[in-house]
């Protein structure tokens, strides 16, 4: 059974991880110089930083560190450090765009968040200073946030180890104020880490991808692996509207493979799919009926050049509905039938996959997606690939090359 392997495949991913998420694979860890090029992105949901160092702190000569950094995703974990094994912390991240501090030492949480919006594609310097009881973020060398904090705790901090993280966090994510999605879809370069010039250690398990030399905002399916969403974590059906519709826009003209699969966890079917036909390159529509002895698949092509399209599925009809780049004309196609039970079993809860169909492309003969999604809806909702409960390390959820 094909959902039986993705199932099999995400308990592989669990078991994998102690239960705070950390990984605790024992691999031959991969060296990464910390100045490079960096692309924190393209992981699975996990706490795990991309990659990591530690130093006695008796060797740290500077108090700052500052690098570039580049992102569309509004949401993520970006720099952490720690002392005391983790006792005394620091982790900058971001949220809704802005940038947020926190710092916890023992007891004691502090957080501030502010300044402007980082995520617009743009390469942005960053820099933090410790500043005696304070630690100061600089965007672009104007000072944006200051956070601090006295304890009357005896400092031990001459001694032991600072341990640096960045993607990540190396203490339980449950210590954070708020919760957090840490997966970032984004990347930095010239760093400079408190003037430490050794390697740090990537996290193993990783696929390491390059950074786009340029980018804009979409989602970016490498053609190796796709995302899955659980549509009970999705909004529901409008009982007033009954219907689900799923928009997707693209200004891709080289897409290919599957967009996107709505599976049946009841009956293990797929019982719809919109896909690129290798053969005519056309776009084609599946659907299927959920019983799979009257299972008919209606195959519908449409020319390639659209730019965005409507999966509409109501009671009695699942509608395709594409807008064009070379006429203004709306593209239609109404398939009449029973489809009642996937409203039904949208709300309880089925696999909503972009960029593939999650039992593999194998046996269904459809191929993961190779191409750009510039924004996915669900219900009028904007849809963030960082939110899926799975999503392949290949997938770039918040930029596409250019
Ligand atoms: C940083 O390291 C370089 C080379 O190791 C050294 O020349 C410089 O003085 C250091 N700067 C600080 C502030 O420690
Ligand atoms: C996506 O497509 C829909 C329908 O064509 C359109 O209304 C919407 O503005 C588009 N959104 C973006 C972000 O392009
Ligand atoms: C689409 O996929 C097929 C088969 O994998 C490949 O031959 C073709 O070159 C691809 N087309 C594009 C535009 O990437
Ligand atoms: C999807 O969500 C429902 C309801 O929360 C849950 O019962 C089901 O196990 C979930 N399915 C998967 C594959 O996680």
Not at 48 to 55: A, D, E, I, Q
Not at 70 to 82: Q, S, W
Not at 237 to 261: A, C, H, M, Q
Not at 322 to 338: I, N, P, Q
């Amino acid at each position: 059974m094909g959902l039986t392997r993705v199932v099999l495949g995400i308990l592989a991913l669990v078991t994998l991880c102690d239960p705070s998420g950390r990984l605790v694979v024992d691999a031959e860890t991969e060296k990464i110089d910390g100045g490079g090029l960096i692309n924190l992105g393209n992981r699975e949901r996990t706490w795990t930083p991309y990659m990591r160092l530690s130093s006695p702190l008796s060797e740290i000569q500077s108090i700052t560190s500052y690098f570039s950094f580049r992102t569309f995703d509004p949401e993520g974990a970006l720099f952490y450090g720690d002392t005391n094994n983790g006792e005394d912390w620091f982790v900058l991240f971001l949220r809704d765009g802005v940038p947020e501090m926190q710092i916890g030492k023992g007891d004691v949480l502090v957080s501030v968040a502010g300044g402007h919006k980082l995520n617009d594609g743009l390469w942005h310097k960053l820099e933090l200073q410790s500043q005696g009881k304070f630690v100061v973020l600089k965007v672009n060398d104007h000072r944006e946030l200051a956070m601090g904090l006295h304890s009357n705790e005896p400092d031990t901090q001459k001694e032991g180890f600072i341990r640096l993280a960045l993607g990540g966090i190396l203490v339980s994510e449950k210590k954070l104020l708020l919760p957090l999605n840490p997966l970032l879809d984004g990347c930095v370069k010239g760093g400079h880490w408190l003037n430490l010039s050794t390697p740090w250690d990537g996290t193993p398990a990783k696929t390491a991808m390059p950074c786009f030399p340029n980018i804009k905002a979409g989602s970016f399916f490498a053609g190796n692996g796709l995302a899955i969403f659980n549509t009970s974590d999705l909004l529901g059906v409008d009982p007033k509207e009954e219907r689900i519709i799923i928009t997707v826009n693209t200004s891709s003209t080289t897409l290919n493979g599957t967009i996107l699969s709505l599976q049946s966890l009841q009956s293990q079917s797929t019982v719809l799919s919109v896909a690129e036909d290798t053969d005519s390159g056309m776009m084609i529509l599946k659907v299927h009926k959920f019983d799979s002895t009257e299972s008919t698949p209606i195959n519908e092509k449409f020319d390639k050049d659209f730019i965005s399209f409507d999966v509409i599925v109501k009671k009695t009809s699942v509608a395709f509905e594409t807008k064009h780049v070379s006429s203004e004309s709306h593209l239609g196609l109404t398939v009449e039938g029973d489809y009642s039970s996937i409203l039904a079993e949208w709300n309880e809860g089925m696999l909503l996959a972009f960029g593939g169909v999650p039992e593999d492309g194998a046996d269904s003969g459809s191929d993961y997606l190779e191409g750009c999604l510039d924004s996915i809806f669900v219900q009028g909702q904007k849809i963030d690939l960082d939110q899926a409960f799975f999503k392949d390390a290949s997938v770039s959820s918040h930029s596409c090359p250019v």
